[in-house]
């Protein structure tokens, strides 16, 4: 089995608290200590073999107790079927195949905290972070979003890699679980430029039901603020940066000038207060 | 959805004191089998309602397939029990995670609001004047 430097993603070894560097060039993923090497993977595209062949493959490997390769996992990613026409309203930009495969393959071998594991996907959408979830052994996942076409979309994705996932149509804010049996949240929420305040709505839902890790994307412009609100109104026992990611925004909407929108965007891992692991 | 997820969805409409546990009236439900994990299973067991999950799967009509009370962990997790058919982990391992409902709905215990489930997904949305 090839080792994680030879996958070229670094373990948790690196320098942990490092500031993620700015970004230089258009490059999907800034050169951050933890994810050096991953640019190798934006320069190829491997050829991706019909998910019809891959289900069963899939089957062997996990009979098998082989690990996901992140090339695998990004490959899978990219087979998804993404919104056909988003709604300006919801901020729904799809997760791309290479920051998604990215921030789950991040979870699972840095932290644990995917394999096995109760994952909920807040905000959805078609679906990309929860299936990167069951492909990689979560043994639970529920998605959760207010569009129901996109629920229709999300369950089309999983049914297409014959994988099982849970969806619930519902409004975040208004979503109430009881009892902590969510270990992960993972999401990519509104980063709240058209709708203030529905970045920490998302936030705030995901500190208060996971009991392990919430994993989010928010643009960098906002760290302070994300920091501070975390820590201070929602009781998280830890905020970092795991690094810094170049978000490559297809020119989704009109009111897009450019043809395409470049946005610093950060990958966080929070950790909810202590009380709720049992 | 499966019954893992039923075990933690509740009501939040207005006039709602808990919204727990949801009232399961399922008119479609189909099984798929996956692999036991005895791990996962031990530690998800002390987050589960119990009662919730018994009565959910009577609600299906499924009134053998959970007793009443919680059987204790070492009957659960005894050696080799995952291999036994019949076991008390592999009943508890079948009832969360290979039941998925269809179409059914989930009734709030405490304003009777009815949540309909449409192809497997739970319509939890509210409208303005129930938030």
Redesign the interface.
């Known amino acids: 089995m090839p080792s994680p430097r030879q996958l070229g993603w670094p373990t948790r070894t690196g320098p942990k608290n490092a500031a993620p560097p700015r970004s230089q060039g258009r490059q999907c993923l800034a050169a951050s200590p933890r994810l050096a090497g991953s640019k190798s993977s934006t320069t190829s595209t491997p050829r991706r073999p019909s998910c019809a062949r891959l289900a069963p493959e899939q089957r062997r490997r996990r009979r098998a107790g082989e690990e996901m390769k992140l090339k695998q996992l990004e490959g899978l990613l990219g087979g998804l079927t993404q919104f056909p026409a988003p709604k300006v309203e919801l901020e729904q930009y799809p997760t791309g195949p290479h920051i998604a495969s990215r921030m789950l393959y991040t979870a699972e071998n840095s932290f644990n905290d995917i394999t096995g594991k109760v994952v909920a996907d807040f905000g959805c959408g078609c679906g990309t972070l929860a299936v990167a979830s069951a492909l990689l052994d979560a043994e639970h996942v529920i998605g959760i979003d207010v569009d129901p076409q996109s629920l229709e979309l999300a369950q089309e994705n999983a049914a297409d890699l014959e994988l099982d996932i849970d969806l619930i149509w519902s409004d975040i804010k208004n979503l109430n679980l009881k009892g902590f049996h969510i270990d992960t949240v993972v999401m990519n929420p509104p980063f709240g430029t058209r709708k203030k305040g529905a970045d920490m709505e998302f936030l705030s839902m995901g500190l208060k039901v996971a009991s392990q890790a919430v994993y989010s994307l928010h643009k960098t412009s906002t760290r302070e603020r994300i920091k501070k609100a975390a820590l201070r109104d929602f009781n998280a026992a830890s905020a970092e940066v795991l690094c810094e990611l170049r978000y490559d925004l297809p020119q989704s909407y009109k009111f897009h000038k450019k043809r395409e929108v470049d946005i610093a965007v950060d990958l966080w891992r929070f950790v909810p207060n202590a009380r709720r692991s049992s | ?2 019954l ?2 039923h ?6 409409v207005r006039g709602a004191t ?3 546990p949801l009232k399961l009236e399922a008119a479609k439900w189909v099984t ?1 089998e ?2 036991l ?1 005895a ?2 299973i031990r530690g ?1 067991l ?4 119990w009662r919730a999950l018994v009565a959910a799967t009577r609600a299906l009509g499924l009134p053998e397939l959970l007793p009443e009370e919680q059987p204790p962990e070492e009957e659960i997790f005894a050696e080799g029990a995952a291999d036994v058919e019949g076991s008390a982990i592999r009943r508890i391992h079948h009832a969360l ?1 290979e039941i ?1 409902v269809q179409e059914g709905s989930l009734v709030c215990p405490d304003t009777s609001r009815c949540f309909p489930i449409d ?8 409208h303005e004047d129930e ?1």
């Open positions: 959805m499966r893992l997820t075990n933690m969805l509740a009501s939040n808990t919204g727990y798929k996956v692999d994990n791990d996962f998800l002390p987050k589960i309602d995670l998925h192809k497997g997904i739970p319509n939890m949305m509210l938030v």
